[in-house]
T-cell receptor, first 112, second 114 residues
Framework: GESVGLHLPTLSVQEGDNSIINCAYS??????FIWYKQESGKGPQFIID?????DKRQGQRVTVLLNKTVKHLSLQIAATQPGDSAVYFC???????????FGAGTILRVKS | NAGVMQNPRHLVRRRGQEARLRCSPM?????VYWYRQLPEEGLKFMVY????????ESGMPKERFSAEFPKEGPSILRIQQVVRGDSAAYFC????????????FGQGTRLTVV
């Protein structure tokens, strides 16, 4: 079913540390996953994506890991910076086109 | 290359009025998606449109809500006889094709019903 979160989990990290944000998805048929970053008052911004035929993908300072066995997705941010502070959502692509099902989100707070 | 443009950014309506939200996709994109976001929640899919066609409206409330994407002009999400529970941020995303690719989001329209 859909994810609904009344109180988003919060991850607080020190500037320069690595961050790991986790996400569980529900549909084993989903074959495409995306991480989005959303800053206050703005729309979701694409960070990185991964297809189900992969278990790891790296971008600039970010890595996404996919474990299909336990239906788990994680986003790793290296050397976290204050500008990384935002809400992070995982999304799974189900069905036709680019219809996305979003997770509840995690607030990342970076302490200087 | 301008991104996905949504307007207005903020919209205030009294209960019972109509709200019209507009979305212009990125240049060259023919697929549009509308999502709704309540405070402290993730985005919820509403409807998927191509030019002049509704492909998937499984997330649209059965009454008062409608969407279109005409041959010319922006996509419109229309909410008739708004109620307080319609207050939310409404986001539009677009993509160039239907296959699994990145969808680009607009900045959203924040609807407040008073």
């Amino acid at each position: 079913g859909e994810s609904v979160g009344l109180h988003l989990p919060t991850l607080s990290v020190q500037e320069g540390d690595n961050s790991i944000i986790n996400c569980a998805y529900s549909n084993s048929a989903s074959d495409y996953f995306i991480w989005y970053k959303q800053e206050s008052g703005k729309g979701p911004q694409f960070i990185i994506d991964i297809r189900s035929n992969m278990d790891k993908r790296q971008g600039q300072r970010v890595t996404v890991l996919l474990n299909k066995t336990v239906k788990h997705l994680s986003l790793q941010i290296a050397a976290t910076q204050p500008g990384d502070s935002a809400v992070y959502f995982c999304a799974e692509n189900r069905g036709y086109g680019n219809k996305l099902v979003f997770g509840a989100g995690t607030i990342l707070r970076v302490k200087s | 290359n301008a991104g996905v443009m949504q307007n207005p950014r903020h919209l205030v309506r009294r209960r019972g009025q109509e709200a019209r939200l507009r979305c212009s996709p990125m240049k060259g994109h023919s697929h549009v998606y509308w999502y709704r976001q309540l405070p402290e929640e993730g985005l919820k899919f509403m409807v998927y449109l191509q030019k002049e066609n509704i492909i998937d409206e499984s997330g649209m409330p059965k009454e008062r809500f409608s969407a279109e994407f005409p041959k010319e002009g922006p996509s419109i999400l229309r909410i008739q006889q708004v109620v307080r529970g319609d207050s939310a941020a409404y986001f539009c995303a677009s993509s160039p094709e239907s296959s699994r690719t990145e969808a680009f989001f607009g900045q959203g329209t924040r609807l407040t019903v008073v």
